[in-house]
């Protein structure tokens, strides 16, 4: 059974870091390209970065771009966001989720992890 | 940036009746469009991929269609499960893009 396991959400005020990671189990972690994707409370869906399966090719939204850096470490089957320079629209659900066999669609995704930025 | 526009954001409808969603990419994306459905509390779930293809799983009342920059999502009947948020996103290149979502409500 596939499963994506969020963590490292929560509380911090603007302008410190916070480091999310993704916990994979159920498929081959390496095979797949993997992407974060927020939804600020009571939003829509927003792409944050994503990143190909050997980390060769990474990307960014503008919005985080330069302060977010997406990273993996396949012998342990975890993805990382570390993200500094917090802002209080940085204010998300957080989550993670792989693309299919084909490195094209999101066919899978965690539950998600809340990252709150407030003074 | 590939921008994704849906319509309407609101639905207002009654279980049985059969909806139609809009999603209009603002540059062609060929069929590398994707549907989502979410319920409150939950992350969202893989409909449609490839602008008309079922994902495993998903029942045949929901049918996709379009290509290059106008999709839909047709709901043929609509059962009290598929009351939810709907999001349309293209795949064909980064950064990846959705749409603003639709909203099916009982009316």
């Known amino acids: 059974e596939v499963q994506l396991v969020e963590s490292g959400g929560g509380l911090v005020q603007p302008g410190r870091s916070l480091r999310l990671s993704c916990a994979a189990s159920?498929?081959?972690?390496?095979?797949?390209?993997i992407h974060w994707v927020r939804q600020a409370p009571g939003k829509g869906l927003e792409w944050v970065s994503g990143i190909s399966w050997n980390g060769g090719t990474v990307g960014y939204a503008d919005s985080v771009k330069g302060r977010f850096t997406i990273s993996r470490d396949n012998a342990k089957n975890s993805l990382h966001l570390q993200m500094n320079s917090l802002r209080p629209e940085d204010t998300a659900l957080y989550y993670c989720?792989?693309?299919?066999?084909?490195?094209?669609?999101?066919?899978?995704w965690g539950q998600g992890t809340l990252v709150t930025v407030s003074s | 940036e590939i921008v994704m526009t849906q319509s309407p954001a609101i639905l207002s409808v009654s279980p049985g009746e059969r909806i139609t969603l809009s999603c209009r990419a603002s540059?062609?994306?060929?069929?590398?469009l994707a549907w989502y459905q979410q319920k409150p509390g939950l992350a969202p779930r893989l409909l449609i991929h490839?602008?008309?293809t079922r994902a495993t799983g998903i029942p045949a009342r929901f049918s996709g269609g379009g290509s290059g920059t106008e999709f839909t999502l047709t709901i043929s009947s609509l059962q009290s499960e598929d009351f939810a948020v709907y999001y349309c996103?293209?795949?064909?290149?980064?950064?990846?893009?959705f749409g603003g979502g639709t909203k099916a409500e009982i009316k």
């Open positions: 989720a792989k693309v299919n066999d084909y490195g094209d669609y999101i066919d899978f």
């Open positions: 540059q062609s994306v060929s069929s590398n």
């Open positions: 159920g498929f081959i972690f390496d095979d797949y390209v």
């Open positions: 996103q293209q795949y064909d290149r980064w950064p990846l893009t």
């Open positions: 490839g602008a008309s």
